[in-house]
């Protein structure tokens, strides 16, 4: 079978692509490598009527829509893209090839966290990065900001707003300057200027943070600014290459998810490292719909074709 769309990525993007697509009356095939970035988190926020709905639970929902509609999902790793006869194949590592005549790529992007023993294992529970995300759920605790560049001035007073116990460890943050010093302490901010060596947890739990000099300063949470590494492999294989900088990367495409390669359309995260859940799946539904506008105009234009060369034919 030649899909009209294969979708690769099975988070928020991929699914109401899937979802919109299918019920579009398209051919659908997601193929999903089931590595959730949002796996460690006990509940995703900010999504009308689907807060604190555990980010498993919200993706075989998911999942059930888009079957229901008339979609294919199955669980597998692209290993390889490319054209071919006009349309666009990817090979599964199992071994298993499909074509389509677009592709969609929501594979997201990858966390790269600070290197600090500990620390990944808190990851999504204790180690925090958006206070938006879990920020309510810390609310009035002693919070701990991992600084790592000027920026994190800027999150200790983000985060200054769910408590007024926050501790900036500068780590391998600049010192704040006289101003910035100011504003730090009317907040009632306290800067500690030595590095983390360790994250601290008892019985799973964080429990505070070990500095250098073996210091151990108490939180119930810490705060980390991680790397946002867009998942572009597969899309390296098509020639697009991921763009970034010391925060990160993402594959560049136009507003409505159309890429520099013929047929390649990205969503999510993997194009907008700021996206969360709803607004990762709001991108999901709006290249849908420039994506089935494309195919249509295409349809046109072979059926213009066709009809052309009907007439000519029976002169």
Not at 52 to 64: C, D, N, T, Y
Not at 224 to 241: D, S
Request: aromatic share 4%; glycine share 12%; net charge negative.
């Amino acid at each position: 079978m030649t899909y009209d769309v294969i979708v690769i990525g099975g988070g928020p993007a991929g699914l109401s692509a899937t979802v919109a697509l299918s019920r579009a009356l398209r051919k659908v095939l997601l193929v999903d490598a089931a590595e959730p970035r949002n796996a460690p988190a006990e509940g995703i926020h900010n999504y009308l009527t689907r807060d604190g709905v555990p980010p498993a639970e919200f993706r075989e929902l998911g999942r059930a829509e888009a079957v229901r509609y008339g979609a294919e999902v199955i669980d597998g790793e692209v290993v390889s893209a490319a054209p071919g006869d006009g349309l666009l194949g990817v090979t599964l590592a199992d071994g298993r090839r499909f074509d389509a005549r677009r592709l969609l790529v929501t594979t997201g992007l990858t966390d790269e966290l600070p290197d600090v023993p500990g620390l990944r294992e808190q990851w999504g529970h204790g180690v925090l990065h958006c206070p938006y995300c879990h920020g309510y759920e810390v609310r009035g605790k002693a919070i701990g900001i991992l600084g790592s560049d000027p920026m994190s001035l800027h999150q200790a007073q983000m985060w200054r707003q769910w408590s007024d116990d926050i501790t900036l460890f500068l780590h391998t943050a600049p010192a704040p300057d006289e101003t910035q010093a100011r504003e730090l302490a009317a907040r009632g901010i306290t800067v500690v200027p030595d590095k983390v060596a360790e994250v601290v947890a008892t019985d799973g739990s964080l429990t505070g943070v070990r500095l250098t000099d073996g210091t151990i300063v108490a939180c119930d949470a810490l705060v980390v600014a991680p790397r946002f590494v867009a998942n572009a492999g597969v899309l390296g294989l098509l020639g697009l290459e991921a763009t970034g900088n010391e925060r990160g990367s993402a594959v560049a495409a136009e507003p409505t998810g159309r890429t520099a390669v013929p047929g390649v359309w990205v969503a999510g995260n993997v194009a907008d490292q700021m996206a969360q859940v709803v607004s990762a799946a709001a991108a999901g539904l709006h290249t849908a719909a420039q994506l089935n506008m494309d195919l249509i105009t295409e349809e046109v234009q072979q059926a213009v074709a066709g009809a052309q060369r009907s007439a000519a034919s029976s002169r």
